[in-house]
């Protein structure tokens, strides 16, 4: 309906943008890129989106085109709470034909057992993702690329959701049929065989499950997911029975050990009441010997204090003995430090006599010799003054005198101020 020139909807809701919301994609940000696909997640009406696009290098590839619609197909096919929502193909501005899917909030299964979980929610993620598999199974699809990286685990609740179904397939197609997957999560016949098989996926299941560390009891299971595609699981339900024959006998194993615990408790707690009632009357009766001992007690701790008494008055006399004994040691000492004082001195006085007896004796002979070496005419003062300070030099070390060297050098002083004199007549 048209009305002044302005197009207006019959039913007056609102279909033009307003602000804050806008139906065109803004905010492109580039997710991840592989060879062949760019993943970008954009804003649209207030929310993000997950836009998947060929890469330009292969946009104008039929093969690509193909494969890509291929994947929307099949996404279209799936409603699962476990497996990403596409809404359609749109040609998006600057980018070109996009996968619009619903942008999943959270960390790849990666990401989120690198942080804390405990073992019981690593189990429930095992089995949400297990379970979402067996769905997609059911329509017939397979989707030939699981492997961590492509698991998300939403912040909120930690639902499990499975993404990025662009190697998947299906028997109803006939185009792309060629060996595809992760090679450390491949099947070992899907490296080789074109066509697609739910047990592949259950072998690359188990490879996912390997690193989960779901403990012992999952072992086993996971054992039998890797083994060749004729002996391992054919078909995710008959995994699921396993695992939940596996829980329903932890369950049992579990309950009969909690029983078995409850027995042993209550056998416990009788044998104790038993032997409770043994110790009560042991203790009864050992209560009246320690009360007898205790009274025995109480008259020796008596005699002992008194004891006490004595003693602390033989150590008061005691110590009024020491301290005398200590007064006339220190007396004894103090007379005994005097007379080796006094017997110094009479020593060093007698050492100082002796000594300068032996210099003075040693100061004589020395003038007398000095005299006769110097005495001799014809000859000059100067060779006067040499054989004196020779005859000096032989004087004062000729043992016979007994001299230290400290009184060797006084006499050689003395000597060498006699000739010193002599040698001034000289000259005079």
Same mark, same amino acid.
């Given at each position: 309906?048209?009305?002044?020139?302005?197009?207006?909807?019959?039913?007056?809701?609102?279909?033009?943008?307003?602000?804050?919301?806008?139906?065109?994609?803004?905010?492109?940000?580039?997710?991840?890129?592989?060879?062949?696909?760019?993943?970008?997640?954009?804003?649209?009406?207030?929310?993000?989106?997950?836009?998947?696009?060929?890469?330009?290098?292969?946009?104008?590839? #039929?093969?690509?085109?193909?494969?890509?619609?291929?994947?929307?197909?099949?996404?279209?096919?799936?409603?699962?709470?476990?497996?990403?929502?596409?809404?359609?193909?749109?040609?998006?501005?600057?980018?070109?034909?996009?996968?619009?899917?619903?942008?999943?909030?959270?960390?790849?299964?990666?990401?989120?057992?690198?942080?804390?979980?405990?073992?019981?929610?690593?189990?429930?993620? #095992?089995?949400?993702?297990?379970?979402?598999?067996?769905?997609?199974?059911?329509?017939?699809?397979?989707?030939?690329?699981?492997?961590?990286?492509?698991?998300?685990?939403?912040?909120?609740?930690?639902?499990?959701?499975?993404?990025?179904?662009?190697?998947?397939?299906?028997?109803?197609? #006939?185009?792309?049929?060629?060996?595809?997957?992760?090679?450390?999560?491949?099947?070992?016949?899907?490296?080789?065989?074109?066509? #697609?098989?739910?047990?592949?996926?259950?072998?690359?299941?188990?490879?996912?499950?390997?690193?989960?560390?779901?403990?012992?009891?999952?072992?086993?299971?996971?054992?039998?997911?890797?083994?060749?595609?004729?002996?391992?699981?054919?078909?995710?339900?008959?995994?699921?029975?396993?695992?939940?024959?596996?829980?329903?006998?932890?369950?049992?194993?579990?309950?009969?050990?909690?029983?078995?615990?409850?027995?042993?408790?209550?056998?416990?707690?009788?044998?104790?009441?038993?032997?409770?009632?043994?110790?009560?009357?042991?203790?009864?009766?050992?209560?009246?010997?320690?009360?007898?001992?205790?009274?025995?007690?109480?008259?020796?701790?008596?005699?002992?204090?008194?004891?006490?008494?004595?003693?602390?008055?033989?150590?008061?006399?005691?110590?009024?003995?020491?301290?005398?004994?200590?007064?006339?040691?220190?007396?004894?000492?103090?007379?005994?430090?005097?007379?080796?004082?006094?017997?110094?001195?009479?020593?060093?006085?007698?050492?100082?006599?002796?000594?300068?007896?032996?210099?003075?004796?040693?100061?004589?002979?020395?003038?007398?010799?000095?005299?006769?070496?110097?005495?001799?005419?014809?000859?000059?003062?100067?060779?006067?003054?040499?054989?004196?300070?020779?005859?000096?030099?032989?004087?004062?070390?000729?043992?016979?005198?007994?001299?230290?060297?400290?009184?060797?050098?006084?006499?050689?002083?003395?000597?060498?101020?006699?000739?010193?004199?002599?040698?001034?007549?000289?000259?005079?």
């Amino acid at each position: 309906m048209t009305t002044g020139g302005s197009e207006h909807s019959e039913s007056g809701f609102l279909t033009e943008a307003f602000e804050g919301i806008s139906r065109t994609f803004t905010d492109v940000e580039v997710i991840t890129t592989s060879e062949v696909n760019v993943v970008a997640k954009a804003k649209r009406y207030g929310r993000w989106w997950l836009l998947k696009v060929l890469r330009a290098e292969v946009a104008a590839s #039929a093969v690509h085109q193909q494969r890509l619609r291929k994947e929307l197909e099949i996404l279209m096919q799936l409603q699962h709470p476990g497996v990403v929502t596409a809404y359609g193909l749109e040609e998006v501005e600057g980018m070109g034909p996009c996968i619009v899917m619903d942008y999943v909030d959270g960390l790849t299964l990666t990401e989120w057992l690198q942080g804390e979980n405990t073992k019981e929610g690593r189990r429930r993620v #095992a089995c949400e993702l297990t379970e979402t598999i067996g769905y997609i199974h059911s329509k017939g699809i397979v989707h030939r690329d699981l492997k961590p990286s492509n698991i998300i685990v939403t912040h909120h609740g930690e639902r499990v959701v499975l993404i990025d179904f662009g190697l998947a397939d299906t028997d109803s197609y #006939a185009i792309l049929k060629q060996p595809a997957g992760t090679l450390k999560y491949m099947a070992p016949e899907q490296r080789e065989n074109e066509t #697609a098989d739910a047990r592949n996926d259950i072998y690359s299941l188990g490879m996912v499950l390997r690193q989960m560390d779901l403990g012992r009891s999952y072992n086993h299971i996971i054992k039998r997911c890797l083994l060749p595609i004729d002996d391992r699981f054919q078909n995710v339900k008959a995994m699921q029975q396993a695992m939940e024959r596996r829980r329903s006998l932890v369950r049992r194993w579990t309950a009969t050990l909690t029983i078995l615990l409850l027995l042993t408790a209550m056998g416990v707690l009788l044998l104790l009441g038993m032997k409770y009632r043994s110790q009560e009357q042991r203790m009864k009766s050992q209560q009246f010997l320690i009360d007898t001992q205790q009274t025995k007690i109480e008259q020796q701790r008596q005699k002992l204090d008194s004891m006490q008494h004595d003693i602390v008055e033989h150590r008061q006399v005691q110590t009024t003995q020491g301290q005398a004994i200590e007064s006339l040691t220190e007396h004894v000492d103090t007379v005994a430090d005097y007379q080796q004082r006094q017997e110094a001195k009479k020593a060093e006085m007698l050492r100082r006599e002796q000594s300068q007896q032996r210099m003075s004796v040693a100061f004589m002979a020395g003038v007398d010799s000095l005299r006769k070496s110097v005495n001799e005419t014809g000859i000059g003062a100067q060779e006067r003054y040499d054989r004196g300070v020779h005859t000096i030099e032989q004087h004062v070390e000729n043992r016979a005198y007994g001299l230290t060297d400290e009184e060797k050098n006084e006499v050689r002083v003395c000597l060498l101020s006699v000739l010193e004199t002599m040698k001034k007549g000289w000259q005079d």
